[in-house]
Every structure is written in structure tokens, then in C-alpha cells.
Nanobody, 125 residues
């Protein structure tokens, strides 16, 4: 089993920047890509960004390119999502996900086995 814990969310002003963290623990001995998804009120969960095991490849939703940056630590067990120039439409619960034993980076939620509880980001204008 793998546990994912997100942190870094909160209430911010439009135009601010924010960095979300996702710490993986438990049976993390396999290779695994990590990803971020988000779900706004009344909307379906949407893909934000993914990073492969080595960190050499990143993948973003088209609408997220430019303001979102995904990264992971050299020890691989923590992923980050840096969001710049926050907008009100970025208000959502942000979820971290992990796919054990995989090498690529994937945009489909069904590729991921483990999910965190989410961290709320609220952008005030």
C-alpha cells in the first residue's frame, strides 16, 4: 500500500503563486510516475500534469501549460506542483496520484492506482 498526502493549499489572492506538495510513503520501492489532477465545484476531475519516474519527462494538460510546473525530489517520493499567477478558475481541490510499477507519465486517471485526499486551493479575486 502507498499513502499520498497533499499539502500547500489554502486561500490565496489572484495573481499569487502557490506550491503544492505530495508526499508518498509506504511501499514505494517500485518505479512510479506521479500526477496532479483537480476538481472544481460542480465539475469533473481534470488532469493537470504528470511526471515520470526519473523526472526527465513532464506532461501537461494544454490549458495548464505555462503557469503550472510539476517536479519531484531526487529521492522521487515527493512531487510538487508550482502554480503561478493564480486565477479564480484555479479554485479546486487538487489531488495527487501515483501509478506503481510504471515508467511513463499518463493523463488518464484510470492509469493511477493511489490517490491522496486532496488539498483545497481557493483563489480570491
Amino acid at each position: 500500500q502507498v499513502q499520498l498526502v497533499e499539502s500547500g493549499g489554502g486561500l490565496v489572492q489572484a495573481g499569487d503563486s502557490l506550491r503544492l506538495s505530495c508526499a508518498a510513503s509506504g511501499r514505494t520501492d517500485n518505479t512510479y510516475p506521479m500526477a496532479w489532477f483537480r476538481q472544481a465545484p460542480g465539475k469533473e476531475r481534470e488532469f493537470v500534469a504528470a511526471i515520470n519516474w526519473s523526472g526527465s519527462n513532464t506532461y501537461y494538460a494544454d490549458s495548464m501549460k505555462g503557469r503550472f510546473t510539476i517536479s519531484r525530489t531526487t529521492h522521487k517520493n515527493t512531487a510538487y506542483l508550482q502554480i503561478s499567477t493564480l486565477k479564480s478558475e484555479d479554485t479546486a481541490v487538487y489531488y495527487c496520484a501515483l501509478a506503481p510499477g510504471r515508467l511513463g507519465a499518463y493523463r488518464e486517471p484510470n492509469e493511477y492506482t493511489y490517490w491522496g485526499q486532496g488539498t483545497q486551493v481557493t483563489v480570491s479575486s
